[in-house]
C-alpha cells in the first residue's frame, strides 16, 4: 500500500493547478482580506488571526475535498479501481491511499498561510499555539477528507465537479471561512453554527483565544466525521458489490 | 516452485460448479459447470452479451454468484488473487492518469507478492520505449499492453485476459501472442475471452463456447468445427430446383439455395454427396471445404436458437 501512497503523492505534486489552489491560494485570500486593522466582532481576535485561521482551514479544506472527489469518481468509471480489485492490495487501501496523499498536501497548505501570516503580517502567538493549530486544523480536515471520498463514490461523470464545488463553497461561504459568520443575518447563524467547516474554524480560534474548544464545536466534527466516514464506508462497499 | 505447487494438488485452477448470475430478469451466467487445468490455454468465446465478461468477472470476484460455487486454486477467487497466483487483464480495467509507464508497472509488481524486475516487465510487454510516457498519452494499443504488463507483474499461475488484443493493430498482436504463449509455455494456465475467433483456433488448446450464459461446447477447436458441421458444400444445378428432397439429405446441417447455387454444412460431406447423385441430380462446380471456427461457431450457436424457439 505504501507503493501507491508515494504514487498518488507523486501524482498530487506534480498537479501544479491543485498544488496552486490548495497550496498558494489560501495565502494569496488572507493578504488580500487582512488589510484591515482592528477586532473582528466579538472573537477579541485582530483581523489577521482571524482570516488566518479560516484561510488555513479552507486550504486544508480545499487540498483534502477538492483532489479526491473528482479523482475517486473517475477512477470508478474509468476502471482503475476494478483494475486495483485483481492486486494484493486490502480494499480499503485505495481509500486510505487516497487520504493519506490528501493529507500531505493539506500539511502545507496550512503551514504557508502560517508564515505568511508571521511573515507579511507580524502575527505573534506562542509557540504551544503555533503547535496545537497545525495540529488542530490538520487533524480536523479528515472529517472533509472522508467527505470527499464519500462524493466521489456518491457522484459520478459529470455530475461530480458541480456538487463537489456547490458543497465546496456552500461549506466554505456558510461555515464563515470567507467572512465572519457574525456578519450574517441572524437565522443565517442559527444555521451556520451547525456547520462542520463552522466548527472546525472555531476549534483553531479557540486555541487562538487560549481556551479549550467548545464542546459544541467537538461534539459537531464527531458527529459530521461518523456522518461522512459513515456514509463513505456504506457507498464504499455498496459500489463494490455493483463493480 | 509453480511447478511443485500444481503436481502437488489435484484440483482444478478453475473450478466453476452451477454458478449463476442474474441482472433483473437477464440470466447472464446460467448454471455453469466447468473445470481448467493447469497449463492448459483456453479460449473463452461466444457472441456480445453471452456472459463471457460476468464469466471472468465471478472467476476474479469482482462479482458474487447469485448460486454456485466458484473456486479458484481451490479457494475463494480473492484468497488466490491476495496470493499472487492470479494475473488478470480486463476490457473494463482502467489505468491510473497522470503518472508515467514505468511508475505505473513499479506499482504493479510492487503489489505482487512473488515480483518481476519492473524492467523485465517493461521489456516483455514491449513498452520499454514508452516507459518515461505519460499513461493518458497512450493510444488504445499501448494501453493494452501496459494493462498486459501489470497482468504478468509477478510469477501467477493463472492469467486472464478478457479481449487483449482490442485496439492492437496486426503485427502488435501477432506479438502479443508470441509473448502470451511464452508465458504458456513456463506452465502457467492461460484463459482468455476473444472476438477475434481465428485467434481461438491458433493460439487455443481448448474452447469453451459461451451461448446465453451456457456453455455450448468445450472441446478443441477441431472438435468443434466437428461439432457444428465439418463441411461446407457447394454446387450449381440447371434447371428448376426442387428444396425438398436436398433438405432431406444425410448429415445435413444447413441448406441455402440462390438461384442455381446450392450451398450446404454437413458432418459428413462423403456421404452427402454420395446421396445427392443417389437422387439422380447433376451437380457442377462441386466445391468441398472445411469450415474454420467462425463459420462452426455460428453454426453452433443458430442450431442452439433453434433448439430454444
Known amino acids: ?15 501544479r493547478r491543485f498544488l496552486f489552489f490548495s497550496v498558494i491560494y489560501p495565502s494569496v485570500i488572507f493578504l ?63 481509500v486510505l491511499a487516497k487520504t493519506a496523499g490528501a493529507a500531505v498536501i493539506s500539511l502545507p497548505s496550512i503551514v504557508v498561510v502560517f508564515l ?33 471520498v464519500a462524493i466521489g463514490y456518491l457522484a459520478s461523470g459529470d455530475a461530480v465537479r458541480p456538487i463537489t464545488m456547490i458543497v465546496y463553497f456552500g461549506l466554505s461561504i456558510l461555515g464563515g471561512l470567507w467572512m465572519p459568520s457574525s456578519t450574517f443575518p441572524g437565522w443565517l447563524q442559527d444555521i451556520a453554527k451547525w456547520l462542520p467547516t463552522h466548527a472546525y474554524a472555531a476549534l483553531g480560534r479557540a486555541i487562538e483565544q487560549s481556551q479549550a474548544p467548545h464542546a459544541q464545536d467537538i461534539a459537531v466534527l464527531v458527529a459530521f466525521f461518523f456522518l461522512f466516514a459513515g456514509g463513505a464506508a456504506w457507498l464504499y462497499r455498496k459500489d463494490t458489490l455493483k463493480a | 516452485m509453480t511447478t511443485t505447487a500444481k503436481a502437488a494438488t489435484g484440483t482444478p485452477v478453475v473450478g466453476f460448479d452451477q454458478v ?56 475463494s477467487p480473492r484468497e488466490a488473487i491476495v496470493a ?8 473494463s480495467g482502467g489505468l491510473m492518469d497522470e503518472v508515467t509507464v514505468a511508475e505505473l508497472v513499479r506499482l504493479g509488481c510492487d503489489l505482487h507478492p512473488r515480483p518481476y524486475k519492473p524492467a523485465d516487465v517493461l521489456a516483455r510487454a514491449g513498452i520499454s520505449q514508452i516507459a518515461d510516457r505519460k499513461v493518458n498519452k497512450l493510444s488504445g494499443g499501448q494501453a493494452q499492453r501496459v494493462r498486459f504488463a501489470l497482468a504478468t507483474a509477478g510469477d501467477s499461475d493463472l492469467i486472464v485476459l478478457d479481449e487483449p488484443t482490442t485496439g492492437m493493430d496486426v503485427s502488435a498482436r501477432q506479438a502479443f501472442w508470441a509473448t502470451m504463449r511464452e508465458q504458456a509455455d513456463q506452465g502457467r494456465t492461460v484463459l482468455f475471452a476473444t472476438h477475434y475467433l481465428e485467434e481461438a ?70 456421404a452427402t454427396v454420395h446421396a445427392l447423385y443417389g437422387l439422380g441430380l447433376y451437380p457442377r462446380n462441386l466445391e468441398v471445404a472445411g469450415l474454420g471456427l467462425e463459420q462452426a461457431f455460428v453454426a453452433i450457436t443458430a442450431a442452439e436458437e433453434a433448439k430454444q424457439s
Do not use: C
Open chain 2, 201 to 270: 483456433d491458433a493460439i487455443a488448446d481448448r474452447v469453451l463456447v459461451l451461448h446465453r450464459g451456457r456453455l455450448l461446447a468445450d472441446g478443441t477447436a477441431a472438435e468443434i468445427k466437428a461439432k457444428a458441421g465439418a463441411r461446407r458444400v457447394s454446387f450449381d444445378l440447371e434447371g428448376p430446383i426442387d428444396e425438398a428432397p436436398l433438405r432431406d439429405l444425410p448429415f445435413l446441417t444447413s441448406l441455402d439455395v440462390s438461384g442455381q447455387t446450392v450451398r450446404l454444412q454437413s458432418a459428413d460431406a462423403d
Open chain 1, 116 to 148: 505568511v501570516a508571521a511573515a507579511v503580517k507580524d502575527v505573534r502567538l506562542d509557540a504551544w499555539q503555533w503547535l496545537a493549530l497545525t495540529g488542530a486544523i490538520w487533524a480536523g480536515s479528515l472529517v472533509f477528507a472522508a467527505l470527499g
Open chain 2, 84 to 91: 499472487g497466483r492470479v494475473g488478470a487483464m480486463l476490457q
Open chain 1, 1 to 15: 500500500m505504501n507503493s501507491l501512497i508515494k504514487l498518488e503523492l507523486t501524482r498530487a505534486l506534480r498537479n
Open chain 1, 32 to 94: 488580500l482580506v487582512s488589510n484591515q486593522s482592528g477586532n473582528v466582532g466579538g472573537s477579541g481576535l485582530s483581523v489577521a488571526k482571524y482570516v488566518m485561521v479560516s484561510m488555513a482551514s479552507f486550504g486544508a479544506l480545499t487540498a483534502v475535498l477538492m483532489g479526491n472527489s473528482e479523482r475517486i469518481a473517475k477512477e470508478r468509471e474509468g476502471g482503475w479501481v476494478r483494475q486495483l480489485r485483481l492486486t494484493t492490495l486490502p480494499g480499503r487501501g485505495y
Open chain 2, 20 to 75: 449463476s448470475k442474474t441482472y433483473g430478469t437477464v440470466r447472464a451466467v446460467d448454471g455453469l459447470t466447468l473445470a481448467l487445468h493447469p497449463g492448459e490455454t483456453v479460449a473463452l468465446l461466444g457472441p456480445n452479451g453471452a456472459g463471457k465478461s460476468t464469466t471472468l468477472d465471478l472467476l476474479l470476484g469482482l462479482k458474487n454468484a447469485d448460486s454456485g460455487s466458484v473456486k479458484v486454486f481451490g479457494t
